[in-house]
């Protein structure tokens, strides 16, 4: 494993960067604070001039819904902000992040949401801000889900496993048009590739292991224990049914639709996913996010998406698989590992240099539910 390059420590580099902002270190520090209700005006602001073209959602309603901002029993986590010359230079979120390894209980924070105005981009203070989040939890974790947020985990980050794309396809006719656009004028090719993809779904489908019964859920009982792979070694994330209520379920961005699978009265696994457009505006199925107590029921799930897709007139399923165990199930499924992806990074870090370690080492296995796509 490459080790993590080398930085300045947190109050040297709060120096240069308060110097490269016309600041001094203290003015900075202090300028550190979580958010409240009465700063989203200038949060909103800033996010503005980072949204991309067609991404106009209500940022006001999802920021609420993300974050505590001074409210007691609201949010995922806390929103900070840096204040400085009388107005939001930066924001930087977590989001609370409780795990079990190796029989032990943590809690640290996932860091997301980092934006920076244009003019203190080249000052060092993204970085500066991760180093005051993890010096503010026992550890941090971090996934890459854009070009700039990739380089911060692999520079401040030990690096976790990438996050590869599988992707099950059900109308080749998408591909078709990007890789052979004189093979698209004519149909019957795709005709006849779309049957052979149907009975390889029907013929992987016989295969899909009885005893289960999967059922559309639009709530989720508050005391259920989110189920875990049994006997699975590495982190596991610790999550009940008002978590996955309101994570799944109630984002005002990213609205999801939710499949648990039961086996007798206890629930097995749960999946939930999105359906949106590609690039030629054709439906695509993505899996955010699964949880299940082994591979069987992993499995239930994944077919229960392809028949939803099947339904929905999808030309894919999509999902990004981190951990070994889900990508052979994965494989089972039908789904395939795109050729030319290099994954996407993710990391974790701690001050203390054998948590860290730890952490690196042990098998994660995130969703797209940890992706932070649903921010920007």
């Known amino acids: 494993m490459a080790s993590t390059p ?13 110097r490269s902002l ?18 989203l005006p ?41 204040r400085a010359h009388g107005r939001v230079l930066a924001t930087i979120g ?7 390894v190796d029989g032990q209980s943590l809690t640290g924070a996932q860091v997301m949401d980092l934006m920076v105005r244009p003019e203190a981009q080249e ?17 941090t974790l971090a996934v890459g889900a854009n070009q700039n947020s990739a380089g911060i985990v692999r520079r401040l980050f030990e690096p976790l496993a990438p996050r590869l794309t599988f992707t099950h396809p059900l109308d080749l006719g998408p591909f078709v048009r990007r890789r052979w656009p004189t093979l698209a004028g004519t149909p019957l090719v795709t005709r006849v590739a779309n049957a052979g993809l149907s009975l ?20 989720l009982d508050p005391a ?20 996955l209520q309101r994570r799944l379920l109630d984002n005002p961005r990213r609205p999801l639709a939710l499949r648990v699978a039961r086996r007798g009265d206890t629930v097995a696994g749960l999946i939930a996913w999105a359906v949106e457009a590609d690039d030629l505006g054709r439906p695509e199925l993505h899996l955010i996010d699964w949880r299940h107590d082994g591979d069987e029921a992993l499995l239930v799930l994944l077919h229960e998406a392809l028949r939803e897709a099947a339904a929905q007139g999808c030309s894919c399923v999509r999902l990004l698989l981190q951990d070994t165990a889900s990508q052979r199930v994965a494989a089972r499924a039908g789904f395939l590992p795109s050729s030319d992806d290099e994954g996407r990074p993710c990391g974790v870090q701690s001050r203390d240099a054998e948590l860290a370690a730890r952490l690196a080492h042990a098998p994660w296995a995130l969703t797209d539910l940890h992706d932070d796509a649903d921010g920007f």
């Open 200 to 219: 390889r779904r029907l013929a992987l489908r016989w295969g899909r292991p009885r005893g289960f019964t999967v059922e559309s859920a639009t709530r």
């Open 22 to 39: 016309g600041l001094d270190e203290p003015t900075l520090r202090e300028g550190l604070c979580p958010a409240t209700v009465d700063d």
């Open 123 to 139: 000052s060092g203070l993204g970085i500066w801000l991760n180093q005051a989040m993890l010096a503010r939890h026992p550890f």
């Open 94 to 100: 977590v989001e609370d992040l409780p795990v079990d």
């Open 6 to 18: 080398r930085l300045p420590a947190h109050d040297k580099l709060g120096r240069l960067v308060a």
């Open 224 to 243: 259920l224990t989110a189920p875990v792979s049994r006997g699975a070694a590495g982190v596991h994330l610790r999550h009940h049914g008002a978590y």
């Open 42 to 82: 200038d949060v909103l602001a800033l996010r503005r001039e980072h949204l991309l073209p067609g991404h106009e959602w209500d940022d006001d309603a999802y920021l609420r819904w993300r974050y505590r901002l001074g409210r007691e029993g609201a949010g995922f986590g806390e929103l900070w902000c840096v």
